[in-house]
């Protein structure tokens, strides 16, 4: 019996579904693991903007072994991770125990890291990985200056923290939870904890430069200010849209210091960045810390789980066990 999450035109629900409702594609896998990203959190409670098919399973992000496959990369039994590519926009994701795909984009589970592991990284491991590698290939170096990472407490923002910190860099992590959160931030290796509301509300075009690179995952004006208070020559890379989807800011930073603004799309990045970052998450993750921050649910409480991330109730990944 295959069980998924389906988002259809009446609603969201989980459900038992047909080998048929699986759709196209060559590579057949049995999902063991998924996890709770802020677009899964979307697409679950039934928001626009992520399912973009209906009806679909959600869950943008799959871990389990090949049952039956077309494509010579992967044969029965292999490990494999999807991340994006499609899923719970136009394909069928994660969040259901069997999945018919496209693996073209999809990457074996690393050495180094556990099936369990790289779905508690998942997407946003993923993205933050592939966000530190960009401010590293820019040239920023961990004697340039601190790396300024916003959202700290969240999936990209806590593995971020942790990544450059790893690589030595000192991270001044943001988050609108100092209170609750300031010593779980420190304990991923961030040097300072800097509170949300100091990078709110409209500031000047060009600030106190202080920040060598930025991961932001927030947008709005946290990012316009962090972009505003960066290094002549640092760069920002910008993910998410936590905070706003708005960039009220101005071409100063650009043309007077040289910062770079760069993009981060994880969902069609190509294949060798994608074994890149998977390749740094297995170097640069504690697995002991990832599991400290990684809270466990079933397919059965996927719902829940994502109207409660929505609602600021959670931090850190959050794995779900499928099969
Ligand atoms: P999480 O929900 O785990 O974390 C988001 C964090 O943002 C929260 O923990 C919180 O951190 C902060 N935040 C939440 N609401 C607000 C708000 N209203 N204003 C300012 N900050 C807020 O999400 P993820 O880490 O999984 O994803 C973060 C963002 O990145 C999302 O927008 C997501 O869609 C995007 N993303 C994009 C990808 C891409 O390919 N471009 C891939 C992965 C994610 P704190 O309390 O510490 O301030």
Redesign the pocket.
Known sequence: MIRGIVVSETGVELKELDEAFLGDGDVVVDVVYSDL???D??AVTGKPGVVRTLPLVAG?DLVGRVVESGDPRWQAGDWIVQN?AGLSETKNGGFATRARLDAKLAVGVPDGLSPESVAAL???G???A?SVLRIVSEGVLPSDGPVLV?????????IATMLLATAGFDVH?????VDR?GDY?QSLGATEVVP?SDL?GRGKPLQKAQYAGVVD????E?LANAIARTLPNGTVT???????IALPSTVMPFILRGVTLA?????W?PLEDRADAWRLLAKGIDVDQLDLMTSRVTLDEVIAAGQQ??D?E????TLVTIG
């Open positions: 990203n802020y677009k959190a979307l943008i994006g998942g997407t946003a993923y993205t933050a592939l916003t959202g700290a407490t969240g999936g990209v923002g806590s992590a943001s988050t609108g939870r959160f931030l949300r709110e995952s927030v947008g709005g946290v910008a993910c998410g849209l936590a905070g706003s993009g981060i799309d994880s969902v990045a991330l929505l600021g959670r931090h850190g990944r």
